[in-house]
């Protein structure tokens, strides 16, 4: 590996010899592009001439300038993510109407079934009530017909034997068959009303049956459109469903690309150069607790379920924040007012860290990513490229980026038995926090409960909170 760094630092330094000079520039940035990893790790440590330096220096401003195609990405996913949003809260209020809508036509329909049970009751007791009339009406035309019986039969039997007895009796007779005929009358007339009666209720109970197939009718459409208004909502659903996953997917790649772009690459460039000697900082049991408080919100969930990446400690503003271990500052950056955070804010890098720190360790063979964040400006205490001791201060707490008070987020990435120089390398590289691991949902399925390194461990866990 040494052999080819050195045969490429021939190269490159005999082709600055050979060249002309108005040649080099241009040389120069095509040399750069692509190989900008390469580049990165050729300059991060000292240059042993003058001339490697100032190709350093070169590299150092033409990936100063690649920084706007960056920028570009970032706004672009900026308004990817706005539009998404838009499209999201605008599904949010549609699904929201048809829950009303649905909820509406639900009160519909109970209405029409209260509806259809009081006409029920209304028509049963109609019915009974005819009933009720009939029978009246068929016991009176049975008394009266038994009367008649009674009477043809009388004067069938009695009526040559009462012309022989005399005529006082047939006048009797003839007055008993009169007074007949007015009972009978009387039952008839009041039949007739009876009759009258039931037809009233007849038509009553007709109307009541008219009216309850209208009603069955309407709660058979207010079901359909029920349907039609849940179908609706489903689909609404399943397009909101997309949209979040796409809005998740837009937001991982935010949080790789959104940087405070001039600063991480001073950051990375700085790395190495800074730092004399081997990575042997290797240290024995547990990593110790950064800082002293109590945990406001656990790892991988908030108290309310929702997803939480890190370990939250409740301080004061402005508590220490110490090395857990011994180690190498990755990343250091203080770009916002300690007290400015709120939800929702996407200062600092990662986007809504505020001011943060990352740092590599090595304890017990395995290597660790930390991460400190929503620090605050003040007493901001190292830089990246620096090496720390376990216990040295690191800086002070904050309210920066996306907090909705003050307190210390902590997350640990165990990447496994990777090499301190692998892992300076890789960072080079990406500047990923997440080391891989990704964020949201991702992040989540890559917790070392699940699978192996690199993989999100428990800060509770690995510090002993
Ligand atoms: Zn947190």
Redesign the pocket.
Same mark, same amino acid.
């Given at each position: 590996m040494k052999i080819v760094k050195k045969c490429l630092f021939f190269i490159v330094f005999m082709s600055m010899w050979l060249l002309p000079l108005q040649h080099i520039e241009v040389i120069a940035a095509s040399e750069f592009e692509g190989n900008e990893s390469q580049w990165l790790s050729k300059c991060s440590i000292p240059q042993d001439t003058e001339e490697q330096a100032q190709k350093c220096k070169e590299f150092k401003e033409y990936y100063s300038s690649i920084s706007k195609d960056l920028e570009n990405q970032v706004s672009d996913l900026n308004k990817q993510i706005a539009k998404i949003t838009d499209n999201i809260s605008e599904l949010n209020a549609a699904v929201k109407k048809q829950d009303s809508l649905i909820e509406q036509i639900t009160n519909k329909i109970k209405e029409n079934e209260n509806s259809i049970k009081k006409l029920n009751t209304e028509i049963t007791s109609l019915e009974e009530q005819i009933k009720k009339l009939q029978k009246s009406i068929d016991e009176r035309n049975n008394l009266i017909k038994g009367r008649m019986l009674d009477e043809q039969e009388t004067l069938g039997t009695n009526i040559s034997l009462e012309i022989i007895m005399g005529a006082k009796n047939l006048i009797d007779m003839i007055r008993n068959i009169d007074g007949l005929n007015r009972i009978n009358e009387a039952d008839k007339k009041e039949i007739e009303l009876i009759k009258e009666e039931k037809e009233k209720q007849d038509l009553q109970k007709q109307e009541k049956s008219r009216l309850k197939e209208s009603v069955e009718a309407a709660k058979a459409d207010n079901e359909q459109q029920k349907k039609n208004a849940e179908e609706v909502k489903k689909q609404k659903e399943v397009l909101l469903t997309k949209f979040r996953e796409q809005e998740e997917k837009l937001n991982e790649q935010m949080r790789s690309v959104e940087v405070n772009l001039a600063t991480i690459k001073n950051n990375i460039i700085n790395i190495d150069t800074r730092v004399k000697g081997s990575y042997n900082f290797s240290s024995s049991g547990r990593l110790s607790k950064p800082v002293n408080g109590s945990i406001s919100?656990h790892s991988f969930f908030y108290p309310d379920g929702s997803l !939480?990446l890190?370990l939250?400690i409740a301080v004061p503003l402005k508590t220490p924040i110490y090395a857990p271990a011994n180690g190498i500052i990755l990343y250091a950056n203080n770009p916002v007012a300690t007290n400015s955070g709120y939800i929702g804010n996407t200062s600092g890098y990662p986007a809504g860290a505020g001011n943060s720190i990352h740092m590599l360790t090595r304890v017990d063979g395995i290597t660790y990513g930390l991460t400190f964040v929503h620090m605050a400006q003040e007493g901001f205490a190292v830089s990246a490229g620096q090496k720390v001791q376990a216990g040295q201060l690191l800086g002070l707490s904050g309210n920066t980026g996306n907090t909705s008070g003050p307190h210390c !987020?902590l997350e640990v990435v165990n990447l496994g038995n990777m090499s301190i120089e692998k892992a300076i390398a890789q960072f080079q590289a990406t500047a990923d926090f997440a080391w891989g691991t990704g964020w949201y949902m991702t992040g989540y399925s890559n917790r070392c409960e699940v699978k192996g390194p690199p993989c999100r461990e428990h800060p509770e866990d690995v510090y002993g909170y």
């Open positions: 919100a !939480h890190g939250d !987020h």
